[in-house]
């Protein structure tokens, strides 16, 4: 059990993994996650990627107590990621997973270890549950960028999916994929093979380069 309901209240400041942090009043807090209100948003941070936090005491302008809760609370009595994250299907949100920039879309699959993620830019995205940084549903009137229904449908997945991630990559061997949004250049190209928790890529001049299935975030089809 972590300790953060103690803070429920407060201002927090919390650094995550990489360059990431975020500061605001601590609203609710799981095993496995905060949720901080930043005077506009409501974050979802996962505790898994939170590298340390501090109470704030010093700020220019105190963070005010929201008079309402995220609809996507509405039917829970505790929260965790998984809870979180199946709630925001259908909703449109931003995530963030890895990259520069979050990215705006709806979650439209939850499977036991990835969801699968729609963006009017990158369209399905397969994503690891464990890689999720943070999640912010957006005002229920809110559609990317103020696209209407007929120029960004929703899609739902007409094939069946995997219990997990990686039984799920291994039905896109012999696709061109871009893995982690193309990070580096050894995660872009065809997938030939994924044995022992190895991941082997065919790189555009046939040369070969191999990814711990670990550490792959994301996948897309290009």
């Not at 407060?10 to 993994?17: A, Q, R, S, V």
């Not at 879309?105 to 940084?133: A, C, E, Q, W």
Request: charged share 20%.
């Amino acid at each position: 059990m972590n300790d953060f309901k103690q803070f429920i209240g407060k201002n927090m400041y919390f650094k995550l993994n990489g360059e990431n942090s975020f500061t605001g009043r601590l609203v609710d807090a799981g095993n496995d996650i905060v949720v901080i209100y930043d005077g506009e948003d409501f974050v979802y941070i996962s505790v898994y990627h939170v590298n340390h936090y501090r109470v704030v005491k010093n700020i220019e302008t105190e963070i005010a107590e929201p008079n309402y809760m995220p609809p996507i609370q509405d039917d829970l009595s505790s929260i965790s990621l998984r809870k979180i994250v199946t709630a925001a299907k259908g909703i449109f949100c931003e995530i963030y997973v890895v990259g520069k920039y979050p990215i705006q879309g709806y979650i439209t699959s939850i499977m036991n270890d990835y969801f699968v993620f729609y963006s009017p830019v990158y369209k399905t995205i397969y994503i690891s549950l464990r890689h999720l940084k943070w999640l912010v549903p957006y005002n229920i009137s809110e559609t990317p960028y103020g696209l209407n229904k007929e120029e960004f449908p929703v899609t739902q997945l007409n094939q069946p999916l995997s219990r997990t991630f990686e039984e799920q990559l291994k039905k896109f061997i012999g696709k061109l994929v871009v893995i982690n949004f193309g990070d580096h250049e050894n995660k872009i190209g065809k997938l030939s093979s994924i044995e022992n928790g190895q991941i082997e890529i065919i790189k555009a001049r046939m040369n070969k380069a191999y990814l711990n299935m670990n550490h792959v975030q994301t996948i897309y089809f290009p």
